[in-house]
């Protein structure tokens, strides 16, 4: 994932406007235009989607890209963005689907646990849930190369992914706790 530098972002500020104070106004609309690309198309974090694509523009012109049009070009690289997203997507839900529906376990309590972990499960979000099972999938060596490419296909570091699965899980273990106490 390309990151934003200060000579990256000078370079794409002044491709925007000479003026500064324009080219600030028109790289805000810009991020807006993206946000909202990415919200109409479902994506969870749009913000964070838009700045990846704001990167990757801006390092491209780091590189010496010649970009007539920015904008349209952003949508363009937004596109492919989205596209990545998808086939994430995509690969998270066929692990999801090789998950077996039902796990026999012998103690009752156990087994009402598991059923109310999977109730709160199905209440998350689709990116939540999905970024919880992926999260978590993998043991040892791999969970670490698996985590730091969440946190890059994210955009973010893996210290804001660690936090952000944190307040998922918390949400999960109350979510559990209180269909815990339902059942009593």
């Given at each position: 994932m390309a990151e934003l530098?200060?000579?990256s972002l000078e370079k794409l500020l002044l491709s925007l406007d000479e003026d500064r104070e324009l080219a600030a106004k028109k790289y805000?609309?810009?991020?807006?235009?993206?946000?909202?690309?990415?919200?109409?198309h479902g994506c969870a974090f749009p913000e964070e989607h838009a700045d990846g694509a704001i990167d990757r523009v801006a390092s491209k012109l780091d590189q010496g890209e010649e970009i007539g049009n920015i904008g349209?070009?952003?949508?363009?690289?937004?596109?492919?963005?989205?596209?990545?997203?998808?086939?994430?997507?995509?690969?998270?839900?066929?692990?999801?689907r090789q998950l077996p529906q039902e796990t026999v376990v012998e103690d009752s309590s156990a087994e009402a646990r598991l059923e109310c972990l999977?109730?709160?499960?199905?209440?998350?979000?689709?990116?939540?849930?999905?970024?919880?099972?992926?999260?978590?999938?993998?043991?040892?060596?791999?969970?670490?190369?698996l985590r730091k490419g969440m946190a890059q296909q994210l955009g973010i570091s893996p210290r804001a992914l660690r936090m952000r699965l944190q307040r998922i899980r918390a949400g999960l273990e109350r979510c559990v706790s209180d269909c815990l106490n339902r059942m009593r």
């Open positions: 530098t200060k000579d805000e609309t810009l991020r807006l235009g993206l946000v909202r690309f990415f919200e109409w349209q070009y952003a949508i363009g690289v937004a596109r492919f963005l989205f596209l990545e997203i998808v086939r994430e997507r995509q690969k998270q839900e066929a692990v999801l999977r109730h709160c499960l199905q209440s998350l979000s689709r990116e939540n849930y999905e970024m919880v099972i992926a999260y978590y999938r993998e043991d040892g060596g791999n969970k670490i190369v």
